[in-house]
């Protein structure tokens, strides 16, 4: 299990991507991100795992569009424990539903902020109850709170 200052670290470490634009597939800081692969990128910069030791398969950013098999959820699901939301801290991740499935993803930083990327402007910090959150009926879209449970 990684500790509060892992997750400190991690919500920092994603904040470094900031204005990275979105680019799906992508992880490379300032160049492009998208939103699943800002998770790897936050572990990576905040020494949790090494560069690399999460292989993700080329995937299209059309998927929640087309299928409802919980592809992006299977990866945090492999990686992280399911939290509740009253234990959610920084550096923990909320799940999404967009679509028919899970298919975004935000990096908690504390004091009600979020740090995700978005098709068209890249990484930037949300409030946790951003209105892009929630459906048209007001329903949370947030499917899940994971963090990342340490080991590859």
């Given amino acids: 299990m990684i500790t509060e200052a892992d997750g400190r670290a991690i919500a920092a470490a994603a904040q470094g991507w900031l204005n990275t634009p979105h680019v799906n597939n992508a992880k490379v ?5 998208d939103c699943g692969m800002l998770l790897i990128g936050a572990l990576e910069d905040a020494g949790v795992i090494k560069k690399d030791e999460i292989a993700v ?7 929640h569009l087309h299928h409802s098999e919980e592809w992006f959820l299977f990866y945090v699901q492999t ?10 801290r920084p550096g923990d991740f909320l799940l999404y539903q967009y ?3 899970v298919s975004h993803a935000a990096v908690y930083c ?13 990484v930037v910090l949300s409030d946790i109850d951003d209105v892009m959150f929630y459906d ?5 879209r947030l499917r899940g709170v994971y963090r990342y ?4």
């Fill in 110 to 122: 504390g004091n009600d902020a979020v740090c995700h990327a978005l098709v068209g402007q890249g």
């Fill in 99 to 101: 679509g028919r499935c």
């Fill in 136 to 140: 048209a009926r007001g329903c949370s």
């Fill in 79 to 88: 990686y992280c424990e399911k939290i509740t939301l009253q234990d959610l």
């Fill in 57 to 63: 398969k080329p995937y299209s950013n059309e998927w």
């Fill in 149 to 152: 449970r340490g080991g590859v």
């Fill in 29 to 33: 800081k300032g160049v492009g991100v």
